[in-house]
């Protein structure tokens, strides 16, 4: 069987990360990657491991930008309301 290209792998992984986040189940993931791929199970397993990573790190990197994001809400939402006097 021949090797699959770097391009080709990243194509998969990507598409891997949107069946998790939409919600798919890894029976079904390997389903899709065995009949569309034509790869096995153990290799779909390493797709979904790396998928699972790169969404982890995506998270990760915008935790402290979305708390940031959430406290200056927080303070525009308290400060509406006090120049309101909606207490």
Known sequence: MEKS????????????VDRLIE????????????????????????YIAKARDL????VKKNIEYDYAKAIRRYEELYNK??????Y
């Open 5 to 16: 290209s770097k391009h080709t792998v990243n194509q998969r992984i990507n598409e891997v």
């Open 23 to 46: 919600g798919r189940h890894r029976f079904k993931i390997i389903q899709y990657g065995s009949t569309q791929w034509n790869i096995g199970e153990r290799q779909i397993d390493k």
């Open 55 to 58: 969404i982890q790190m995506d």
């Open 81 to 86: 309301a006090i120049e309101n006097e909606d």
